[in-house]
């Protein structure tokens, strides 16, 4: 296979922003052009991850749209959608238009803009995306099948209230200082447990928001980083595996994993022939505060029911030595759905040129992983990069 590199990223502010999805995408796209000095390049292919344009904004035929917006006619045009995982599916499409020698040059998209709509609306949209028969007839929403998974966990684990409030403190924490992050505000442990419930027991501050904003990178193959002469700046892709699980929760194996990201952490793994010892970085999908915990021990970052020890001990912070979601992870950063894999990858390319906001860089990491859950916990990708 032809190996493919990260050249150039680039991405907007999350949060609720005044911009158009179009915009939001232009701005982030534009950017990491730019930065792999491609604006005059001739671009074979757009792919785009949006989870849901048409519903949120009333946007149809989005990959032309931005194909014409972006000045890159007649390069192909492709939107791929898995619910919030959306971006980083996109991203599998773009590496293996690279690897397979069909392009060599590949410009990658995630956006959504979710403000537009009221509460009420943007979780009935979201809820879509779940088992219509077995969970949203009941009246299920994503926040709802969170709360059984961390029911499950503590019952399980002797996790305690104020040992989940450690996640999202630390990914406030981490937001509080990237400059383009939904909220930029630390906040207590005392602040999580006395916050509002959401669904038993999450409160506010256990959820990521739903936020607009757009996640750019270029993808390129080996001789295109020797043209551009961006052999500095080039990530190499390592590793990528995607796994599905039963649609509805109640009919997997397991409440306290997630099975797809277990088998897709075991493919990236593989074809990257590395090991989670070896991962010196990584940005998690931590939607909800209890999926960072399970995700560390679903990719065998720690032990079954032992990853909080690693948060209580201070490894999973920036300066620890498994430093976990550094710009603030959904939770802080923000999580407009199908940008969020774009933004993890935004996120891990800068850590690994050493770009990284002030404060958040790792010191000389060489590899690290994206794992960007879709649907509620049923369509995950993991990817591995290094330098
Ligand atoms: N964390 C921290 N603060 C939040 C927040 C969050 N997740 N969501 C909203 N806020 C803040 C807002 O900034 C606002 O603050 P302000 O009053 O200082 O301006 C305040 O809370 C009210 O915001 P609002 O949007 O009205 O809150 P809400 O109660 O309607 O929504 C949630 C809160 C948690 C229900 C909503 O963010 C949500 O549904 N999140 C989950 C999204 C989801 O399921 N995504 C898919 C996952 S795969």
């Not at 491609?38 to 931005?66: A, I, K, M, Y």
């Not at 989670?276 to 939607?287: F, K, N, Q, S």
């Not at 850590?351 to 049923?378: E, M």
């Amino acid at each position: 296979m032809e190996p493919v590199y990260v050249i150039g990223a680039g991405m907007t502010a999350f949060g609720t922003i005044d911009q158009s999805l179009t915009e939001l995408a232009e701005e982030a796209s534009f950017e990491a052009m730019k930065q792999s000095h491609c604006l005059d390049q001739r671009v074979d292919h757009l792919v785009v991850g949006s989870q849901n344009p048409d519903e949120f904004v009333g946007t149809g035929h989005l990959s032309t749209l931005l194909a014409d917006r972006l000045g890159i006619v007649p390069a192909g045009a492709t939107r791929v959608e898995t619910g919030p995982s959306s971006g980083s599916s996109a991203f599998e499409v773009a590496y293996t238009m690279i690897a397979s020698r069909h392009s060599d040059l590949v410009l990658l998209v995630g956006v959504e803009k979710m403000s537009e709509v009221n509460r009420g609306t943007a979780s009935k949209i979201l809820s879509k995306m779940m088992s219509y028969e077995n969970e949203t007839r009941y009246g299920a929403t994503p926040t709802a099948l969170a709360a059984i998974i961390a029911r499950r966990y503590m019952h399980d684990y002797d996790l305690t209230r104020d040992d989940l409030s450690l996640v999202p403190v630390k990914a406030h924490r981490n937001g509080a200082k990237n400059p383009l992050a939904h909220f930029q505000k630390e906040i207590t442990i005392e602040e999580v447990r006395t916050a509002r419930i959401v669904a038993e027991p999450l409160t506010l501050f256990d959820c990521s928001p739903t936020s607009d904003g757009a996640a750019s990178i270029m993808l390129s193959s080996e001789e295109w980083v020797k043209n551009l002469g961006v052999k500095d700046q080039a990530v190499k892709v390592l590793g990528f595996g995607h796994g599905t699980d039963h649609h509805a929760v109640q009919h997997r194996l397991s409440l306290t994993s997630l099975g797809a990201t277990v088998i897709a952490a075991e493919n990236a793994f593989q074809m990257a022939n590395l090991s989670p010892r070896d991962v010196d970085v990584c940005e998690l999908h931590d939607a909800f505060s209890i999926l960072e915990l399970v995700n560390m021990e679903d990719i065998g970052l720690a032990n079954r029911g032992k990853s909080i020890e690693l948060v209580r001990g201070g490894r999973t912070e920036v300066f620890g030595d498994i430093p976990v979601n550094t710009t603030g992870g959904l939770k802080a950063r923000g999580h407009p759905t199908g940008a969020t894999g774009v933004a993890q990858i935004h996120d891990i390319y800068n850590q690994l040129i050493g770009q990284a906001p002030k404060g958040l860089q790792v010191d000389s990491p060489r590899i690290a992983l994206t794992q960007n859950i879709g649907g509620f916990g049923n369509n995950i990708c993991v990817g591995l990069f290094g330098v």
